[in-house]
């Protein structure tokens, strides 16, 4: 049986664009920096890239084709959701994170908080959380920073970005061209980080970095939000979330550039079938080259067992990343259920990871 329904929105959104690669190599921080990611039109795309549009008659070969994993598909596999006691972790101390399901994650470093791309509930009718939301919103600690990474609706949500506007009153952190959508929900805290421009609080450094992907949410805004990635910073310890990329060279200047990172939260799923999913979603064998890439001590990942967007079955990601890990090879492996937990650092060791 085919896979889920791919609501609407995303089949419209993949549009091809008339933007061209670089013919001459050039750095992806260069790139950054000289905004050669900005289109005249006021939309992005990702300049190193050749082959990363897809058209609409590739979206409907992929959907009338046959999926290669409709026997697995078959299996009934209940994956565990765990609730998090946000008070006994407050009480311990020290700095933590929380997985809460797809590229949702709580980090509370050096005493401020930060959410990702925060999806508390159902999007709509069609895309549905086959996993709860680990915890009842409404008992999520004090929020000081929403990052959001791109404006596909499974990752920026406008009832769960107006419910944390009401109850916390947060800064919103994006990249360029979210200042519409924002404000038309009455987000006046906001900052837009562009590739390589960084935010400082105290002892709190984010800075937006690039990935590979692309953005929309209605008919004729393609391209018009910026997707990011973002590095946190504090205390000497790294925090890199990825929410949501294909794999590209960009991650190897990450690395060279801010390497080694402490703890890297990075997508594993949604990436079936690669001919048509390759560019814009890593799969655990490329997951773990950005976890090389990027110098990682510890990978936690994220993006897999929530939506059932894509040709894999939810639970398909994390075996086949056990399959494909090996222990001493690089990074440390950190699995979490959703709404499991993982200690970055103790009360005493600040700037030391655990």
């Known amino acids: 049986m085919k896979s889920a329904i791919v609501p609407l929105f995303l089949s419209l959104a993949i549009i091809s664009s008339t933007a061209h690669a670089l013919e001459e190599p050039i750095s992806i921080e260069d790139i950054a920096r000289k905004k050669l990611h900005h289109l005249e039109d006021g939309s992005f795309f990702n300049p190193w890239c050749t082959d990363c549009n897809r058209s609409f008659l590739d979206y409907l070969k992929w959907r009338l084709s046959t999926n290669a994993f409709r026997e697995e598909r078959k299996k009934n596999v209940e994956l565990r959701v765990v609730?998090?006691?946000?008070?006994?972790?407050?009480?311990?101390?020290?700095?933590?994170?929380?997985?809460l399901g797809h590229a949702s994650v709580f980090m509370r470093i050096g005493g401020k908080t930060v959410i990702t791309d925060p999806v508390f509930w159902d999007v709509n009718f069609l895309l549905r959380r086959v996993t709860p939301f680990p915890v009842e919103p409404?008992?999520?600690?004090?929020?000081?920073?929403?990052?959001?990474?791109?404006?596909?609706y499974d990752h920026l949500n406008t009832r769960s970005i107006e419910f944390l506007k009401q109850r916390f009153d947060p800064t919103f952190i994006t990249g360029p061209g979210y200042e519409e959508y924002l404000s038309s929900i009455g987000i006046s805290k906001r900052l837009a980080l562009d590739w390589w421009e960084s935010h400082v609080n105290g002892e709190m450094k984010i800075t937006s970095l690039p990935v590979q992907h692309w953005s929309k949410r209605g008919l004729f805004d393609t391209n018009r939000m910026l997707w990011s990635s973002f590095l946190v910073e504090?205390?000497?310890?790294?925090?890199?979330?990825?929410?949501?990329?294909?794999?590209?060279?960009?991650?190897?200047?990450?690395?060279?550039?801010?390497?080694?990172?402490?703890?890297?939260?990075?997508?594993?799923?949604h990436y079936?079938?690669?001919?048509?999913?390759?560019?814009?979603?890593?799969?655990?064998?490329?997951?773990?080259?950005?976890?090389?890439?990027?110098r990682a001590k510890t990978f936690i990942p994220i993006h897999w067992g929530t939506f059932d967007l894509t040709d894999e079955p939810l639970w398909y990601p994390i075996e086949r990343l056990k399959e494909v890990y090996r222990a001493g090879e690089g990074p440390v492996l950190e699995i979490l259920d959703q709404g499991g937990h993982f200690y970055s650092s103790s009360p005493e060791d600040k700037g030391t990871l655990k």
């Open 272 to 294: 079936e079938p690669r001919w048509f999913m390759k560019q814009n979603h890593a799969n655990p064998e490329e997951a773990l080259e950005i976890a090389k890439d990027v």
């Open 83 to 99: 609730r998090p006691d946000f008070k006994a972790l407050d009480e311990r101390g020290g700095d933590y994170i929380v997985w």
């Open 234 to 269: 504090s205390h000497g310890v790294k925090y890199y979330w990825v929410g949501d990329s294909g794999y590209f060279r960009g991650f190897r200047e990450v690395g060279e550039k801010f390497g080694p990172i402490d703890v890297l939260l990075v997508t594993i799923g």
């Open 138 to 152: 409404e008992r999520l600690p004090r929020i000081d920073y929403v990052l959001i990474s791109h404006g596909h």
